[in-house]
C-alpha cells in the first residue's frame, strides 16, 4: 500500500527537469528574448567611443518626422512584434505590443553613453510604427490560416 502511494506521487510529473525545461512554451518565447537581448547588446556598442549620458526629451512634430525616417527600427520592432505574439499567443497581444515598445525603450537607454547615437524619445514613434506592422502581419497570416492550423494561439 505505501509503495503505491510513493508511485502514485513520483509519477505526478514523470519526465525529467532538463525535459521539462525545453516545453513548448520555452520554446516559444526564446526566438524573442533572443532577438531582443541581441538587439540591446547592438545598439548598446560602441564603435566611436563613449560620452557623457545624455537623452533627448523633444517629442515636436519635426523630431517625429525626423525619427520615421529610419527603416530599421521599423522592420525590427515588427518582427519583434511577430515573436512576441508567437510566444505570449494571439490572446495576450497587448502584452507582446507593451514588450516590445520596452525593447524600443531598451534600445534608446542603452545609446545614451555611444559616441554618435542620439537616443530621442521621439525615435518610439517608428517603433510604434513597428509594432502595429508586426501586428497587421500577424492578423493577415492568422486570416490566411484555418482556425485548426493557428501558430499565434
Do not use: C
Not at 31 to 57: C, K, N, Q, T
Request: no cysteine; hydrophobic share 55%.
Amino acid at each position: 500500500m505505501a509503495m503505491t502511494k510513493m508511485k502514485k506521487a513520483g509519477s505526478r510529473n514523470p519526465r525529467s527537469l532538463w525535459r521539462r525545461a525545453f516545453d513548448i512554451e520555452f520554446i516559444r518565447k526564446m526566438p524573442f528574448w533572443m532577438l531582443a537581448f541581441a538587439s540591446i547588446l547592438v545598439a548598446h556598442h560602441a564603435p566611436y567611443g563613449r560620452r557623457p549620458a545624455e537623452f533627448d526629451w523633444d517629442i515636436s512634430w519635426p523630431s517625429i518626422e525626423w525619427s520615421l525616417h529610419k527603416p530599421l527600427h521599423i522592420l525590427v520592432s515588427a518582427l519583434l512584434m511577430v515573436l512576441a505574439v508567437l510566444a505570449y499567443k494571439w490572446r495576450h497581444w497587448w502584452f507582446a505590443a507593451l514588450l516590445t515598445m520596452l525593447v524600443g525603450l531598451s534600445w534608446e537607454i542603452a545609446q545614451m553613453t555611444v559616441a554618435g547615437h542620439n537616443p530621442r524619445l521621439a525615435d518610439l514613434a517608428p517603433d510604434f510604427l513597428g509594432v502595429v506592422l508586426g501586428w497587421l502581419i500577424v492578423e493577415g497570416i492568422r486570416h490566411a490560416m484555418k482556425p485548426e492550423d493557428y501558430l499565434f494561439g
